[in-house]
Nanobody, 124 residues
Framework: QVQLVESGGGLVQAGGSLRLSCAAS????????MGWFRQAPGKEREFVAH????????RYADSVVGRFTISRDNAKNTVYLQMNSLKPVDTAVYYC?????????????????WGQGTQVTVSS
């Protein structure tokens, strides 16, 4: 069992930056692939980024390439999402998720554990 707790959300102006953190419980954090998803009001949850268990490979949604960076510190059981050049369209609740077996990382159905989410609001 893995428990995930996100933090770092807030209100920021367009062009600004935020860094989200996701702290995980448990001693097997370094065996999970980790993903970030987001859900805006009235929209489906969408993939943002994924990082493999060892941190050696990552993948991003086209809409955030070059602006967002996912990273992890396995010693701290934490995954991060650095978000730069934020836009109003990035406004959403951001969720981190853990994936036991790497498979179709962009599909939220392939993740086993989810955090409660953190709100990110970007004003124009």
């Amino acid at each position: 069992q893995v428990q995930l707790v996100e933090s770092g959300g807030g209100l920021v102006q367009a062009g600004g930056s935020l860094r989200l953190s996701c702290a995980a419980s448990g001693r097997t954090f370094n065996s999970y692939g980790m993903g970030w998803f987001r859900q805006a009001p009235g929209k489906e949850r969408e993939f943002v980024a994924h990082i493999t268990s060892g941190g050696g490979s990552s993948r991003y949604a086209d809409s955030v390439v070059g602006r967002f960076t996912i990273s992890r510190d396995n010693a701290k059981n934490t995954v991060y999402l650095q978000m730069n050049s934020l836009k109003p369209v990035d406004t959403a609740v951001y969720y981190c998720a853990a994936q036991m077996v790497i498979s179709y990382v962009t599909d939220s159905r392939n993740y086993n554990y989810w955090g409660q989410g953190t709100q990110v609001t970007v004003s124009s």
